[in-house]
């Protein structure tokens, strides 16, 4: 994916990325984005003294989440490539009593400046359609611990959409509602995205390649259109 082009889009919604998100999922799915945010934070709940990384954290919404409900020990890191989504971020963060245990590292996922083996589980929420899914799928296996859980909430792609003209539609359709809406650099973001969400099956597979085992994948968020992708829910574990 073009790591420009989601800056320059995230950039310019930063501001109002949360009330965006919650607009946009209660249209496809009718959740809102504090519901969103809940449950992400209850399927990737840590253990006591864990370390998770959030994978595309924008304004860090999920950090703070899990910090909240934890026990104060452990660490929390948030991981973004664009640095106007983690300034937000941090202003939410600043004084809070979970701040000391969370860190925001501003990076692109397909390279992360991590040692491997850091972390106990690894999150995303609806990030990985902006990225070479492979690559940070790779990237998240060598962060985590031998044993450490994926935890991903992604879009899923129904099985018709890997038609050539289907996805040529989705494309078109996808560009022309955010150009619509006034979000040019958003729409160019999305429209390239769509060329980048996949089925359940082919979930399976590219994180079976990327060595995890255990793998579950299932819809949770049911779409209110038939022409809207689902909501995985994907979980697994480093190693056997």
């Given at each position: 994916?073009?790591?420009?082009?989601?800056?320059?889009?995230?950039?310019?919604?930063?501001?109002?990325?949360?009330?965006?998100?919650?607009?946009?999922?209660?249209?496809?799915?009718?959740?809102?984005?504090?519901?969103?945010?809940?449950?992400?934070?209850?399927?990737?709940?840590?253990?006591?003294?864990?370390?998770?990384?959030?994978?595309?954290?924008?304004?860090?919404?999920?950090?703070?989440?899990?910090?909240?409900?934890?026990?104060?020990?452990?660490r929390i890191v948030g991981l973004d490539i664009t640095w106007r989504m983690?300034?937000?971020?941090?202003?939410?963060?600043?004084?809070?009593?979970?701040?000391?245990?969370?860190?925001?590292?501003?990076?692109?996922?397909?390279?992360?400046?991590?040692?491997?083996?850091?972390?106990?589980?690894?999150?995303?929420?609806?990030?990985?359609?902006?990225?070479?899914?492979?690559?940070?799928?790779?990237?998240?296996?060598?962060?985590?611990?031998?044993?450490?859980?994926?935890?991903?909430?992604?879009?899923?792609?129904?099985?018709y959409w890997r038609a050539a003209p289907v996805r040529a539609l989705m494309?078109?359709?996808?560009?022309?509602?955010?150009?619509?809406?006034?979000?040019?650099?958003?729409?160019?973001a999305e429209a390239a995205a769509t060329l980048n969400i996949y089925t359940?099956?082919?979930?399976?597979?590219?994180?079976?390649?990327?060595?995890?085992?255990?793998?579950?994948?299932?819809?949770?968020?049911?779409?209110?259109?038939?022409?809207?992708?689902?909501?995985?829910?994907?979980?697994?574990?480093?190693?056997?």
């Amino acid at each position: 994916m073009a790591s420009n082009g989601v800056v320059e889009a995230f950039t310019a919604l930063a501001a109002r990325y949360e009330e965006e998100m919650d607009r946009e999922l209660r249209m496809l799915w009718g959740v809102g984005y504090d519901a969103f945010v809940a449950r992400l934070t209850e399927l990737a709940a840590k253990a006591p003294g864990g370390r998770v990384l959030d994978v595309a954290t924008g304004t860090a919404r999920i950090p703070a989440a899990m910090a909240d409900g934890s026990d104060g020990t452990g660490r929390i890191v948030g991981l973004d490539i664009t640095w106007r989504m983690l300034t937000h971020g941090a202003a939410r963060l600043r004084g809070a009593e979970g701040r000391p245990r969370i860190a925001l590292v501003c990076a692109s996922a397909m390279a992360m400046p991590l040692v491997d083996g850091s972390f106990d589980a690894g999150i995303c929420g609806l990030g990985m359609h902006h990225m070479d899914v492979p690559t940070v799928l790779g990237e998240m296996q060598r962060a985590l611990t031998e044993g450490g859980r994926l935890v991903l909430v992604t879009v899923g792609a129904r099985r018709y959409w890997r038609a050539a003209p289907v996805r040529a539609l989705m494309h078109g359709m996808t560009f022309l509602y955010f150009t619509l809406r006034g979000r040019g650099a958003r729409a160019r973001a999305e429209a390239a995205a769509t060329l980048n969400i996949y089925t359940a099956d082919e979930w399976r597979e590219m994180v079976a390649e990327a060595g995890f085992a255990r793998i579950e994948v299932r819809p949770e968020f049911i779409p209110r259109r038939p022409w809207y992708p689902y909501g995985l829910i994907l979980r697994a574990r480093k190693g056997d």
